[in-house]
């Protein structure tokens, strides 16, 4: 269990994602969301944006679209995929991101948490992703809990 722990202070390898209108456009079809500000730049201009703004769940889709994939970060976070859950998910949304802009994603493990009950347990492995634009702003930050179960 200790060796989990070890987990802590690791660091992916950065990577790079650049915002299409069209998978702003297909995500939030796909969640069902009609605000004109995701498909058409006017009204998202109306609005008082620069242009077509992500919702603030898209960087899930960021996540999973763009670096390693989530397999490998359990590979290299050394767990059994087959006993995972995901636990929990929080945004913080510092600027506005648009269609177009390029993100530089690092992803860092930031706390361990072992838990022991009668059944069993479980590891709660809490990463943190930062999110910069192409003027190397940080403009996100999303921290997520993977559930490892013994």
Known sequence: MQKVKNLIGMEMEPYTFKVEQGKIREFVQAIGDSNPIYYDIESAKREGFENIPIPLTFLTAVEFWGGDNFLEHL???QVNPVRVVHGEQEYDLIQDIYAGDILTV?????NVVVKHGSTGGMDLITTEN???NQKNELVAISKGVTIHRH
């Open 75 to 77: 590979s290299n976070f």
């Open 106 to 110: 690092t992803l860092k493990v930031v």
């Open 130 to 132: 930062k999110y910069k």
